[in-house]
């Protein structure tokens, strides 16, 4: 259970990191 709380955890800040990453990108274009 913790391990899938850690892998639900980290795919949520990769997710976000890539949506953080796509909106800059977007603001420089």
């Not at 913790?2 to 977007?26: E, G, K, N, P, T």
């Given at each position: 259970m913790i391990?899938?709380?850690?892998l639900a955890l980290a795919?949520?800040?990769?997710?976000?990191?890539?949506?953080?990453?796509?909106?800059?990108?977007?603001?420089?274009?």
């Amino acid at each position: 259970m913790i391990r899938s709380a850690i892998l639900a955890l980290a795919a949520l800040v990769s997710a976000s990191s890539l949506l953080a990453y796509v909106d800059a990108a977007a603001s420089v274009v």
